[in-house]
């Protein structure tokens, strides 16, 4: 069978790769995580010189409380209706799926191979590696989430219901659970804006930022078959590739999710570097 390049495909067309709940959910989750970093580290470093600013932007911490625990809401409810959307395909498709294909996120052996293969790579030692549909870096991303769930979610809801929480367990379970929660938190957001930022917008082959498939839900043709050639290949081979196939977004709607992708890197950076100063200021007391 011969294999059609991308000149041969339809102009104006781009590869799909995530739908319109995908992105919404996506967007949602990183504003409501943006808000609890901001207002969760407000309190955790309430000594920093930045803090009272924010709880005064809020309005007080009544206010910043209320946002604190309406994002948390949001964010968990993202979480677990995804849970209920995987489980679901997982059943329908319980005779083929393949827990560790191409179209899984489940870590394999191939990933590790990857992760030594792209640090290979960094230093002009090596090819870059073959990606098909998910990254190691996208898989990584995806299960650092159940782990964020498992620590911040569960110590945020005993912190949510102390009554609850001191009904069931010693008062000092509670003093534990917010320094976890404080602590988990600092690591999680200092994960997103360094490690995630790095992987999805400022590698060498990403620059210049950002990268906007997860607004426009598309990309490229050209870049997809860079960005995963297995899995480009593996289409075409199948011929399943102009199934996937949608014409490029709207050049307002594309100038507008680059927008909409700077201004959440920048919210992002600033919060990297309040949480930051924070964590140095409560070292050095």
Do not use: C
Request: no cysteine; proline share 6%.
């Amino acid at each position: 069978m011969s294999h059609r390049t991308t000149d041969e495909l339809p102009q104006g067309k781009q590869v799909k790769r995530f739908g319109l709940i995908w992105r919404i959910a996506h967007l949602s989750f990183a504003l409501s995580v943006m808000l609890l970093i901001l207002t969760g580290m407000a309190v955790f470093y309430a000594d920093t010189t930045w803090a009272p600013v924010i709880m005064q932007a809020f309005g007080g911490p009544k206010t910043a409380g209320i946002v604190h625990r309406t994002s948390a809401a949001i964010m968990l409810s993202i979480f677990f209706m995804h849970l209920i959307g995987v489980a679901t395909n997982i059943a329908r498709n319980w005779k083929t799926f393949r827990w560790f294909g191409p179209d899984s996120l489940v870590p394999n052996w191939q990933d590790f191979r990857d992760v030594y293969g792209m640090f290979r790579w960094f230093l002009g030692k090596g090819p870059r590696p073959v990606f098909d549909r998910w990254t190691y870096w996208e898989k990584f991303d995806y299960w650092a989430v159940f782990w964020g769930m498992a620590i911040i979610g569960s110590t945020g809801m005993m912190l949510a219901f102390p009554n609850v929480t001191a009904s069931l367990f010693p008062g000092w379970v509670l003093n534990v659970a917010t320094i976890v929660h404080g602590e988990e938190a600092f690591l999680a957001a200092v994960f997103l804006f360094t490690v995630h930022f790095f992987n999805n917008h400022f590698r060498p082959d990403k620059l210049p930022p950002p990268d906007v498939v997860m607004f426009t839900g598309s990309v490229a043709i050209e870049e997809f078959k860079r960005e995963h050639p297995a899995q480009y290949a593996r289409m075409v081979r199948g011929g399943s590739l102009k199934k996937h196939l949608v014409d490029n977004p709207p050049r307002a709607f594309t100038l507008g999710s680059k927008i909409l992708g700077l201004t959440l890197i920048a919210i992002g950076l600033m919060l990297l570097v309040l949480v930051v100063t924070g964590f140095i200021s409560a070292s050095t007391k």
